[in-house]
């Protein structure tokens, strides 16, 4: 459903919104050991994340990633967005190009009430939501 870097993001997002619940500011390693990515790849993900104003970060020896209460406000949707683009809202459940309610491919209609419910679904989920989930351990970003 997701691309793997959008898999990393919204892991990478959570994870420092526990963090940043803590009061606390993390590093690429700390975020890429604690959600099983490649440091390599998560970096690059954190920095665009960054760039677009979802996360913030500091320089420095008590530097590293948080978020702040935007950030942590963001939702899931926001995230998606912000990595995959809009597809997963508003493209064709098999690919199609000129998929549309004229011109519908053969799971349009069925499609289109899944992408309208997984977008409410991501829409109404904040990122700072899930620090809880994690710090009672009901939830979990590492397999």
């Known amino acids: 459903m997701f691309s793997k870097t959008c898999e990393y993001a919204i892991r990478a997002m959570i994870f420092v919104a526990q963090k940043s619940a803590e009061g606390e500011k993390t590093g690429i390693k ?9 440091e390599y790849f ?6 665009d994340l960054s760039r677009r104003g ?4 500091a320089k420095g020896p008590n530097g590293g990633f948080y978020l702040d209460s935007v950030g942590k406000s963001c939702s899931l949707a926001d995230v998606v967005r912000a990595v995959d683009g809009d597809s997963l809202f508003t493209g064709c459940g098999l690919g199609l190009k000129q ?3 004229q011109l519908p491919c053969p799971i ?3 499609f ?9 679904m991501l ?6 939501d ?9 939830a979990f970003l590492r397999r």
């Open 112 to 120: 289109k009430k899944i992408r309208t419910e997984l977008s409410d």
């Open 42 to 47: 998560i970096a690059k993900i954190l920095q």
């Open 108 to 110: 349009h209609f069925q």
């Open 54 to 57: 979802l996360l913030q970060s």
């Open 130 to 138: 899930f620090a809880q989930a994690l710090d009672n351990s009901l």
């Open 99 to 101: 998929c549309s309610e």
């Open 30 to 38: 700390e975020i890429a050991k604690g959600i099983d990515s490649p």
């Open 123 to 128: 829409s109404n989920a904040q990122v700072g």
